[in-house]
């Protein structure tokens, strides 16, 4: 192999390292040769004498790294080289370095902790932080540490991350770094069009580059929609430039063609996806346009789904991008943003750990008889919620128990190497004896462009199984491979001619929607979430769905990959799903709690009736559960007042809402509506206090204000002016001292014989000795029959006339 490479003046130090300690961190910029040099270089060591193990990110740069290790051992792939993928694999009992995808690699290790016959294990771009690599680098880090000690583990990054691996690789593991190729790289910034469509940027961009550079160039754009767009673009304006795409969808011919220089020495473009990011390097590239976007798979939570994510690259891809340039000479990298913009976006992307969907990950701690995720060496740990949500998932599923270990029916779905609900789907339909079938539908929802494009997964199915190339047929002996380990871990049914799709909805029974609208544009799903589909699209006329792929948030998500149910299927197949449950609702029109006998699957209603016996337990707790949040209406506001002024906690509005199943729901016994008595509840609510706080409310909140005449008023503790009480002016005559309540003055609202408002005040003496002989006048010309003396503080008090008055005094 040639010595030329940056990363063979470190690999004796790296060799001392591993015979010493057994592990090391191989810390080496893109292009320092680390993916194909260090493999090999193992091979000599008196330690090695198994297999080792590469693993790489993606499929398109495992197959490179072995064709390209092979090239320079002047050998095929498949001879010292090999590689392993899930399409494609190149290996033979001679294979002494065997490169797979970190996927296969966990599986791998699964089924054999021990590793048996390998000697080291090289997990390549670490630092892109997969969850496949994490889940890989952790269970390898326990099997050395528990089964094989001798195993040699090597982590290689292109980052700084170096010394944070090295920590969780253990005490003492040395971190070697390496220098890359020092080409200058010169960064061009277009700056942001955010009036263009992304095609049209890129597709002027490019051109830009073409006429500026020499070389071929090297296109980042987020997915595979906006290469096809940008592509025809540059053939319209190019038409004599091979412009390539480098995608995961590409045939294998295709990716080889994208990553060599053109056998006819002309210029191309390449359009790649984050694919072409790291690992790769592409012979004769010199340029690179960033269009500056990458495309993330997310799990949400709440919906259940994976979705994919357009935002910013971060600047270490942007760092990476650009760094395809400068691999092989001198290069320049245009990028579609401002500079002084760069420092904004995010330093890395986020690991997958704390993104992705951990149901696999979960299952496979548990077969690996791990049942709490936080306990292996992690640099992330994964986070609660999510695991949370995992498990349930299983556990739906089946494969777990309550205690999270592994079930037999867990066992079983961790043995293919699918998702959690692809394998479950795949088992299903091996029961049934339709294991191929259930295989092929599932494959589509993982590889995709298969079939060609279309939210119809049955019609995708169709053109696949009439497809001949490479790859199709790839597919369909990888189908073929699942049917048959399917069929030898459960026990196969007499084959029958059913739809794939049940086995599917067997699998992800939350993903079973009924259309809600006539023109099918609106789904509801059976765990509660609704969906929106294209109604142009051939499934909008389906009643029944079983939705293989969503994506948006958890509100509105449009439907990318679904099969046909027919209504016949869901009642005669999907029986075992369908539950007949008394439901208890509130009926806002009428105002009351009604009871209806519902036949369901999921948050679908397939038929409703009233129901003539329904549990009074579970009305009363839907009338209180309704109450509660209808408190402040309910209760009697004059009592909530009161208790509010003297500080009685029992009885606020928060308290009483945590106490009401105590003492709201005996008052709701046999009802159905909310129409309580005032009185009942005063009593009620008073039934909650102790003999102390009783006391101190009255104390504290008298009910009413007894006058000096004798008559009671109740007292306003609610309003802006409390606490406040409205009686007639002459009702206080002969009071000269102003009302308290506490240590608070009574607001005294005074009023006319005839109930009119007269004056508000807070200093009664203050009122008889100010404005009262101006009051006087008036009162005395409208109600002449009534005394209004001078100094009221010294008559008697009493309502009635001068004339009654007179009498009753002498």
């Known amino acids: ?130 969850l496949d690599s994490d889940l890989g680098l952790a269970l390898a880090l326990e099997s050395r540490s528990v089964l094989r000690e001798d195993l040699r583990v090597v982590v290689m990054s292109a980052t700084i991350d170096g010394a944070r691996f090295a920590r969780l690789m253990g005490e003492g593991t040395p971190v070697v770094e390496s220098e890359g190729r020092a080409y200058p790289l010169d960064i061009r910034w277009l700056g942001a069009r955010p009036d263009a469509r992304i095609e049209d940027a890129m597709a002027d961009a490019v051109t830009q580059a073409w006429r500026e550079q020499a070389g071929d160039i090297l296109a980042f754009l987020p997915g595979v929609g906006e290469i096809e767009r940008t592509r025809e673009r540059l053939e319209a304006r190019l038409p004599d430039v ?145 695991v949370a949500a995992a498990r349930s998932q299983l556990e739906r599923l089946g494969a777990l128990g309550p205690d999270g270990r592994i079930t037999e029916r867990g066992e079983q779905i961790a043995a293919l190497p699918l998702d959690p609900a692809g394998a479950a789907a795949v088992l299903f339909g091996a029961e049934a ?106 499934l909008a006329r389906a009643e029944w769905l079983v939705i293989g792929d969503a994506q948006g948030q958890a509100k509105g998500a449009r439907i990318t990959a679904a099969a046909e149910l027919t209504a016949q299927e869901v009642e005669t197949h999907l029986q075992p799903l369908i539950e007949k449950r008394s439901v208890i609702h509130w009926n806002d029109e009428v105002k009351r709690v009604e009871a209806r006998l519902e036949r369901r699957l999921g948050a679908i209603t397939l038929a409703s009736g009233p129901d003539p016996d329904p549990d009074p337990a579970a009305l009363v707790d839907k009338l209180v559960e309704k109450a509660v949040d209808r408190l402040g209406e309910i209760l ?58 009783r006391q101190r409310l009255d104390r504290e909140a008298p009910r009413e204000f007894a006058s000096p005449a004798g008559t009671h008023h109740p007292i306003d503790y ?25 240590h608070t003055p009574l607001l005294l609202k005074l009023t006319s014989p005839a109930g009119r408002p007269i004056q508000s005040t807070r200093d009664l003496p203050g009122f008889w000795r100010g404005s009262w002989a101006d009051v006087k006048k008036d009162m005395k010309g409208r109600y002449p029959k009534h005394r209004w003396p001078n100094e009221p503080w010294a008559e008697k008090p009493s309502l009635k006339t001068k004339n009654a008055f007179s009498r009753d005094d002498s």
């Not at 693993?55 to 010292?80: C, I, Q």
């Not at 943003?337 to 750990?353: K, S, T, Y």
């Not at 002024?645 to 046999?670: D, K, N, V």
């Not at 909310?674 to 009620?684: F, I, N, Q, S, V």
């Open 433 to 538: 004896g339709q294991a191929e079938q259930a295989a092929r539908l599932v494959l589509l929802l993982q590889e995709r462009g298969l079939g060609g494009r279309g939210e119809d997964l049955q019609q995708r199915l169709s053109r696949w199984n009439g497809e001949r190339g490479a790859r199709a047929e790839a597919s369909r002996k990888l189908a073929q491979r699942w049917a048959k380990a399917a069929e030898r871990l459960v026990p196969s049914g007499l084959a029958k001619s059913l739809n794939p799709a049940l086995y599917l909805a067997f699998a992800r029974p939350d993903f079973i929607a009924k259309r809600r609208d006539k023109s099918g544009e609106q789904w509801l799903s059976a765990g509660g979430r609704g969906l929106q589909l294209d109604p142009a699209s051939p």
């Open 636 to 693: 009697p506001a004059a009592l909530l007042a009161r208790a509010r002024f003297a500080g009685i906690e029992a009885l606020g509005i928060e308290a009483l809402r945590h106490s009401a199943a105590e003492w709201l729901a005996p008052l709701l016994a046999g009802r159905s509506d909310l129409d309580l008595a005032k009185g009942k509840l005063t009593d009620a609510l008073l039934g909650q206090l102790d003999w102390d706080s």
């Open 242 to 386: 091979p412009v390539l795409p480098l995608h995961g969808q590409v045939e294998p011919a295709g990716q080889r063609t994208a990553i060599r220089r053109d056998p006819q020495e002309r210029r191309r473009i390449v359009l790649a996806t984050a694919i072409a990011e790291t690992s790769l390097t592409l012979d004769g590239v010199s340029v690179v346009v960033d269009c500056g976007l990458a495309r993330h798979a997310e799990f949400d939570k709440a919906a259940g789904t994976t979705h994919l994510v357009t935002r910013r690259a971060s600047q270490a891809a942007a760092a990476q991008r650009a760094g395809r340039a400068a691999r092989q000479g001198p290069g320049v990298a245009y990028r579609l943003w401002e500079e002084h913009g760069h420092a904004g976006r995010p330093e890395f992307d986020l690991p997958e750990i704390v993104t992705a969907d951990l149901a696999p990950l979960v299952l496979a701690l548990a077969k690996w008889g791990t049942a709490d995720p936080a306990s292996p060496m992690w640099l992330d740990a994964p986070p609660a919620p999510a």
């Open 718 to 742: 609610a309003g802006d002016d409390a606490p406040s009480v409205e009686v007639r002016v002459q009702a206080l005559f002969g009071l000269d001292s102003h009302p308290m309540i506490g």
């Open 1 to 130: 192999m040639s010595a030329s490479l940056p990363i063979h003046a470190v690999l004796p130090e790296l060799l001392r390292a591993l015979d010493a300690s057994g592990a090391a961190v191989l810390v080496a910029p893109p292009g320092a040769g680390k993916t194909t040099a260090v493999a090999p270089a193992l091979l000599g060591e008196e330690w090695c004498s198994g297999q080792v193990i590469l693993t790489s990110p993606r499929r398109v740069a495992a197959r490179a790294a072995a064709e390209r290790m092979a090239e320079l051992l002047g050998e095929k792939p498949g001879e010292t080289i090999g590689y392993l993928t899930r399409l494609d694999s190149k290996t033979s009992a001679k294979t002494r370095v065997l490169v797979m995808t970190e996927a296969i690699f966990v599986n791998r290790i699964l089924e054999d902790p021990e590793l048996a016959g390998v000697s080291a294990v090289l997990f390549d771009e670490a630092h892109e932080r997969h």
